[in-house]
T-cell receptor, first 113, second 112 residues
Framework: SQQGEEDPQALSIQEGENATMNCSYK?????LQWYRQNSGRGLVHLIL?????REKHSGRLRVTLDTSKKSSSLLITASRAADTASYFC?????????????FGKGTLLTVNP | DAGVIQSPRHEVTEMGQEVTLRCKPI?????LFWYRQTMMRGLELLIY????????DSGMPEDRFSAKMPNASFSTLKIQPSEPRDSAVYFC??????????FGEGSRLTVL
């Protein structure tokens, strides 16, 4: 079953603009992760934010987490054509030795040159 | 490290045939995952191994699917017999629990 749901499903912007993607989830989590998938490739980990963190930065990426609203956002600043990809949030509901990471269906980002 | 290695990258087979997908995880990782990706259902977790032991196989669709991890450096996902609805991209991923997942490039399966 899907835990995280990304919004919007698709986003098209011009190079240089900022892109914001949102993720909502339903149950308590240990952390939330964002991944990127280029067409025809495997997923690549971008950033992890723990449940006790509110904001995290990595280069042009900024992730926020609001556990009271069960939501997260991924902001990509100064977008480039190379940022064109699908972006997925994944929620970690692990307990004990049972690692449970559930992915949403993703946001397809298109950055036009 | 070469990353997670999956084979074959592409497989086209006929309904009823056996399909075996292979995965070599990153050395030192203690967790291995098999996911299936389709347009309709997105990315679904099929099975998860920790220290070569299957921990959660609740995502395996039915008895036609089986997965093994005989040692820390190799895993297989087998479908027998295959059906057209099994057509999807199958990903293997590994991690050092409870960290980020490293994905292979996937095996695209087409069942005619």
């Amino acid at each position: 079953s899907q835990q995280g749901e990304e919004d919007p499903q698709a986003l098209s912007i011009q190079e240089g603009e900022n892109a914001t993607m949102n993720c909502s989830y339903k149950t308590s989590i240990n952390n939330l992760q964002w991944y990127r998938q280029n067409s025809g490739r495997g997923l690549v980990h971008l950033i992890l934010i723990r449940s006790n963190e509110r904001e995290k930065h990595s280069g042009r990426l900024r992730v926020t987490l609001d556990t009271s609203k069960k939501s997260s956002s991924l902001l990509i600043t100064a977008s480039r054509a190379a940022d064109t990809a699908s972006y997925f949030c994944a929620t970690d509901e692990s307990g004990g030795s049972n690692y449970k990471l559930t992915f949403g269906k993703g946001t397809l980002l298109t950055v036009n040159p | 490290d070469a990353g997670v290695i999956q084979s074959p990258r592409h497989e086209v087979t006929e309904m009823g045939q056996e399909v075996t997908l292979r995965c070599k995880p990153i050395s030192g990782h203690n967790s291995l995952f098999w996911y299936r990706q389709t347009m309709m259902r997105g990315l679904e977790l099929l099975i998860y191994f920790n220290n070569n032991v299957p921990i959660d196989d609740s995502g395996m669709p039915e008895d036609r699917f089986s997965a093994k991890m005989p040692n820390a450096s190799f895993s297989t996902l087998k479908i027998q017999p295959s059906e057209p609805r099994d057509s999807a991209v199958y990903f293997c991923a590994s991690s050092f629990y409870p960290g980020e997942l490293f994905f292979g490039e996937g095996s695209r399966l087409t069942v005619l």
